[in-house]
């Protein structure tokens, strides 16, 4: 399947959740964070050269966890109690009403809007990229108290912006084809280092 051109939609979204950002309320009295189901795309993209394709080379059950599991970690790490919480995981925006808390202080409410691999401005090479969208409100009310973009070698502005690890390049798709292990990495990698950024939005 093609898609319109990734670069302006990838800017388009992050454009759209930057409009509204929110920094960080550190007064709120936040301990027990209700981390929901993210909100995943149904397959990693490529883009390359004005095409924009459905990427099958790695299984996306081998990134998701990757990106829930750094957010997972790090929330621990940073203080918080960590409360999993159902939703959606095909939603492509934020959620529009919250669970009636039991113990929770705080939800977090994350989409990823896209990940996999993308040409540069002027093509070649292929490096992983991803974009998150992500959301802190108040459990009681649902007063948004974080909201920024997590881009990870997206291009795109008005976000916190990952750089690719310089390590997972690749000359063109018959590259990725060739070694479908390090793409995979890859993109896991870009994964985890997307899902530390979104802790450190709560920092």
Not at 8 to 23: E, K, M, P, R, T
Not at 32 to 54: K, M
Not at 98 to 121: C, F, M, Q, W
Request: proline letters at 5%.
């Amino acid at each position: 399947m093609r898609f319109q051109n990734i670069s302006a939609v990838i800017a388009a979204l992050a454009l759209s959740a930057c409009a509204s950002q929110v920094a960080y309320d550190h007064s709120s009295d936040n301990k027990t964070i209700g981390y929901l189901t993210v909100g995943w795309p149904a397959s990693p993209i490529l883009s390359q050269a004005g095409s924009n394709d459905n990427l099958t080379l790695f299984r996306q059950s081998n990134i998701e966890p990757a990106f829930m599991g750094a957010i997972g970690t790090g929330l621990e790490k940073a203080g918080y109690i960590e409360a999993p919480g159902m939703a959606d995981g095909r939603r492509t925006d934020f959620l529009k009403s919250y669970p009636k808390p039991n113990h929770e202080d705080s939800y977090l409410d994350i989409v990823v809007t896209g990940y996999g691999y993308r040409a540069g401005a002027k093509g070649a090479p292929l490096r992983p990229w991803l974009v998150a969208k992500v959301r802190l409100v108040r459990a009681a009310d649902a007063k948004v108290l974080m909201q920024n973009t997590v881009s990870y070698n997206a291009g795109t502005n008005d976000a916190v912006t990952v750089e690719p690890d310089p390590q997972y390049v690749f000359a063109d798709r018959a590259a990725l084809e060739k070694e479908r292990a390090k793409a995979s990495d890859g993109a896991v990698e870009a994964a985890r280092k997307s899902g530390e950024s979104v802790v450190g939005l709560l920092k």
